[in-house]
């Protein structure tokens, strides 16, 4: 049975939705306030003359809302995608907020070589899930050393060894005396969709992904 409610899109508020609003627009898909401004939560918006609502949110809980069916469809990094899981569509990469998930260290212990089998490492992140399963692979036991930013921070402090952590220009490293010393996955923003939403408002969800297909080829092409 088709679905009458207003369509919604989940996006992630910070630095990637300065990139995705251009492919918006370019897709047909307006927002009725300046997202990088407002204070609202939920903006009304339209997709070629039909009304849509947007939800700006943070962008590791773009998943969340999309799982649950509170949004149809969202934008989210693909780390949050990795490290949660959620039981979502990802049909098409975006191709924007392109960075790197790294394994980091201060400069001198990873000169030293990658942690040894059977040694025991505290290492510093957001994603503990991806790091714990990493580690494992590698035979070392690690402490997870839990934070919610600036992991940077984490080995001048004496609190990690190593940590795992996006990387884009390395200039955030370069600053805090780290360097990279593994990369475990190519990270960029991907349009998710709600399984539900993907059944039941076929129509309209399929021709929104093929418009920002073509928004992203025609950003490639440009
Ligand atoms: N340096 C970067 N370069 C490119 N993309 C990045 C970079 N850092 C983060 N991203 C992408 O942008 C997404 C959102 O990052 P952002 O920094 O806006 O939020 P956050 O710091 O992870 O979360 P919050 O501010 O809500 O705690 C990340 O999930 C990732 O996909
Ligand atoms: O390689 P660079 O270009 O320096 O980018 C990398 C930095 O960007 C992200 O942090 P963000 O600025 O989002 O701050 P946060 O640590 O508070 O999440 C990431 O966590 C790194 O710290």
Redesign the pocket.
């Known amino acids: 049975m088709a679905d009458t409610r207003v369509l919604t899109i989940a996006l992630?508020?910070?630095?990637?939705l300065e990139q995705t609003l251009p492919l918006l627009a370019t897709a047909g898909l307006t927002l009725a306030e300046d997202a990088e401004k407002t204070r609202k939560l939920m903006v009304d918006g339209d997709y070629l003359g039909t009304p849509v609502r947007f939800l700006i949110i943070?962008?590791?809980d773009v998943c969340t809302y999309v799982e649950q069916g509170a949004a149809d469809m969202g934008i989210a990094?693909?780390?949050?995608l990795l490290e949660y899981r959620p039981r979502v569509y990802e049909p098409l990469d975006l191709e924007i907020?392109?960075?790197r998930m790294c394994v980091c260290g201060p400069k001198a212990l990873v000169d030293a070589g990658v942690p040894e089998r059977g040694s025991r490492i505290r290492v510093a992140t957001?994603y503990d899930s991806l790091t714990s399963q990493y580690f494992l692979t590698q035979g070392v036991q690690a402490e997870i050393i839990h934070l919610?930013?600036s992991m940077e921070l984490a080995p001048l402090v004496g609190m990690a060894e190593r940590i795992v952590d996006?990387?884009?220009t390395g200039s955030t490293l370069k600053a805090n005396g780290l360097v990279e010393e593994t990369t475990l996955f190519d990270?960029s923003?991907r349009l998710i969709v709600n399984p539900a939403s993907f059944a039941t408002r076929r129509k309209q969800v399929g021709e929104i992904i093929n418009g920002l297909r073509e928004a992203v080829k025609t950003k490639g092409n440009g």
Do not use: F, T
């Open positions: 992630s508020k910070g630095r990637i943070r962008a590791a990094g693909r780390d949050s907020g392109r960075c957001k919610y930013g996006l990387v884009e990270i923003s």
